[in-house]
């Protein structure tokens, strides 16, 4: 099997199974508990933090584990707003767990605006721009788009919001960009910034939030004051572990493999073939390709009968029909249908890309010739 679904997650790192299996055997002790056991077990999960910190251009303080990115999203959308009638603006390229908080916190009265993307899948800096006014009291917008891979440029977003709304926060959905776009948060201006661990090769049910330090928002959870008072409950000591493996292993394969080779390679090939790239700059590791007249839940299924896993879109959203970011983009309903998701990873070699590339394009041209799709 070729698995290039890694936007919806990816394989674990087997270094990152055995922190996580040492964690819950040699560590197994409550972090927050006085004794000599306990106290090496918060000392190791301080040098984890440390570890992913010093990765992203961050300082150990600043990071908040949690559950998934969809948790500090979601925290950021309740708790991350400087004034509580100031307006909200987010991007049209938003994933799920930054629409849909930010539609309630609209079912509540509160004005939020959507900036819109263009047709290569960006914000369009001069819409934003106008939304964002002194009395905007958060801004999020998507570092890498979990659909196209496109790389929305935060830095000069967030100057922008600094120039006119310098009381708010600036929080981007960092899923599919940590440890991608050879960004660090220290150099992007974000006040915010949300993860998942399971993109980069470990475990799902760990993630984190970005908390620059000198901000300050309300804790997500109250009770026994783990994570400096902002998420309280035990630690997830084991796949706390497993991060910080899979962020040194991830880094070790990106830094040898030039996944933006690879990935040029396969646009120009499919391509060649009449397919249609959709997105512009990216960040190398997701390609969104349009395939005319071929429906893309056909194409997904044919090519895993012949060993190639594809994706659709966000496999949060599997269950929806159509694809609001990309009609957002401009995209027709029946475009859209035609779309699949490629995502690849560090570890992956050229050869089993673009066999991968060659069973797609078979299954593409087997459909259209029985006319199924």
């Not at 509540?108 to 899948?121: E, K, L, N, Q, S």
């Not at 000198?214 to 997500?220: D, E, L, N, S, Y």
């Not at 060649?272 to 997701?286: A, Q």
Request: neutral net charge; glycine residues 8%.
């Amino acid at each position: 099997m070729i698995y290039l679904d890694n936007a919806a997650t990816t394989k674990v790192f087997d270094s990152a199974i055995t922190a996580a299996e040492r964690a819950m055997s040699d560590g197994f002790f409550n972090p927050n508990a006085t004794y000599k056991h306990a106290v090496s077990v918060k000392t190791e999960i301080d040098k984890c933090r440390q570890t992913i910190a010093s990765a992203i251009g961050a300082t150990g303080d600043e990071l908040i584990f949690t559950s998934c990115a969809t948790e500090a999203n979601n925290w950021v959308f309740e708790h991350g707003r400087k004034s509580p009638k100031g307006n909200v603006v987010i991007s049209a390229g938003e994933h799920p767990s930054v629409y849909e908080p930010a539609m309630r916190l609209a079912s509540r009265g509160i004005d939020v605006r959507i900036a819109p993307i263009t047709r290569d899948g960006k914000v369009d800096e001069n819409a934003f721009s106008k939304l964002v006014d002194e009395n905007t009291s958060l801004v999020s917008v998507i570092h890498v788009s979990n659909e196209t891979g496109t790389v929305n440029p935060i830095k000069k977003l967030s100057y922008i919001v600094r120039k006119k709304a310098p009381r708010a926060l600036f929080h981007s959905d960092g899923v599919q960009a940590l440890l991608k776009t050879h960004e660090r948060l220290d150099s992007l201006g974000v006040d915010l910034y949300s993860a998942s661990a399971h993109k980069l090769g470990a475990p799902k049910g760990i993630g984190l939030l970005y908390i620059r330090r000198g901000i300050t928002i309300a804790p997500f959870m109250l009770g026994g004051g783990q994570e400096r008072n902002m998420r309280s409950g035990t630690q997830n000591t084991p796949y706390i572990a497993a991060f910080a493996s899979a962020v040194q292993q991830f880094s070790a394969f990106e830094k040898n493999n030039n996944i933006s080779d690879i990935r040029d390679e396969l646009c120009a090939y499919f391509s060649d073939y009449g397919c249609k790239i959709v997105g512009g700059d990216n960040s190398g590791y997701i390609l969104c390709v349009h395939f005319p007249n071929v429906k893309a839940e056909i194409l997904q299924n044919l090519a895993a009968d012949n060993g190639v896993i594809i994706g659709k879109g966000a496999a949060c959203s599997g269950s929806k029909r159509g694809n609001r970011v990309l009609a957002a983009m401009g995209l027709s309903e029946k475009e859209i249908e035609c779309c699949v998701r490629i995502s690849l990873f560090p570890n992956i070699t050229r050869d089993d890309v673009m066999e991968a590339a060659g069973i797609i394009i078979s299954a593409a041209d087997s459909i259209r010739s029985n006319n199924v799709g």
